[in-house]
């Protein structure tokens, strides 16, 4: 259930770039990390699939630190829309203000946002950042 242009692979868990936002314009290195394979319920991760899980957390939280200079990333599973595990990595830039900090983030009108011709040149330099830590 891949949903955007692939930064990272482990174990059939893989790391893309969020595809679209509210208004068709997704957050700026919003990363989405999700199994491979139909999960519905996180107790149902093969053990491979939960270490692969927390490596990509790691590492795409990592990327976007050293590479976008985001202060905070947020980690965010809900699961109400979509009956598919999968986790939002959303950053939070210096530039935040604090009542748009915690769950939040999506509604600050302001965030900064990438048109979906750029997603795939993100997504490219990312997957290059990644394949270095």
Do not use: C
């Not at 595990?85 to 939040?104: C, M, N, Q, S």
């Amino acid at each position: 259930m891949v949903t955007g242009a692939v930064i990272a692979q482990l174990h059939g868990v893989t790391m893309t770039h969020f595809p679209v936002g509210d208004d068709n314009l997704p957050t700026r290195a919003h990363l989405l990390i999700e199994p491979q394979r139909h999960i519905i319920d996180l107790s149902d991760l093969k053990d491979d699939e939960a270490v692969a899980l927390g490596l990509l957390i790691q590492k795409g939280v990592r990327v976007l630190k050293a590479e976008l200079g985001v202060e905070h990333v947020y980690v965010f599973r809900i699961n109400d829309k979509t009956a598919h595990v999968h986790f939002h990595l959303i950053p939070r830039y210096a530039d935040t203000p604090k009542e748009y900090w915690g769950l939040k983030i999506m509604e600050y009108p302001n965030r900064q946002k990438i048109h979906i011709g750029e997603v795939k040149e993100l997504s490219v330099a990312l997957k290059s950042a990644v394949d270095l830590l």
